[in-house]
Nanobody, 123 residues
Framework: QVQLVESGGGLVQAGDSLRLSCAASGLTFSSYAVGWFRQVPGKEREFVAAMPRSAGSTRYADAVKGRFTISRDITKNTLYLQMNTLKPEDTAVYYC????????????????WGQGTQVTVSS
C-alpha cells in the first residue's frame, strides 16, 4: 500500500523559510515523477512544483519560481520543498504527489497523494 506523509509545516512570518518533507512507503521516489501542490479553503488545488523520474527539468509555478526548490533524497526515499522568502499568500495546505509521468503531476491527476501539511505565513 502506497503512503505519502508530509511534515514540516507550521506558522512563520513573512520572509522566513520552511522546508517541507514527504516520506514515502510502498513506492520508490526515484522511479516516479514527484511534485507539490497547495490548496486554500474554497479554492482548487494549485500546482507548485514538480520533477521528473530521471534527468529533466524541474517545473515551478510562476508564483513560487525563484523562491521554492523541489528536491528528493533517494537514500531516504523522501521528497522536499524548500520554501524561502515566504509570503502571506503562500499560506495553504501543501500536498505531495507521485505519478509515472511529470505531465500527470502538473495536471493534478496523480494517483498518489499525501494528507497535507498546513503552512501559515503571517504578515
Amino acid at each position: 500500500q502506497v503512503q505519502l506523509v508530509e511534515s514540516g509545516g507550521g506558522l512563520v512570518q513573512a520572509g522566513d523559510s520552511l522546508r517541507l518533507s514527504c516520506a514515502a512507503s510502498g513506492l520508490t521516489f526515484s522511479s516516479y515523477a514527484v511534485g507539490w501542490f497547495r490548496q486554500v479553503p474554497g479554492k482548487e488545488r494549485e500546482f507548485v512544483a514538480a520533477m521528473p523520474r530521471s534527468a529533466g527539468s524541474t517545473r515551478y509555478a510562476d508564483a513560487v519560481k525563484g523562491r521554492f526548490t523541489i528536491s528528493r533524497d533517494i537514500t531516504k526515499n523522501t521528497l522536499y520543498l524548500q520554501m524561502n522568502t515566504l509570503k502571506p499568500e503562500d499560506t495553504a495546505v501543501y500536498y505531495c504527489a507521485a505519478a509515472t509521468f511529470i505531465g500527470t503531476i502538473t495536471t493534478g491527476r496523480s494517483p498518489y497523494w499525501g494528507q497535507g501539511t498546513q503552512v501559515t505565513v503571517s504578515s
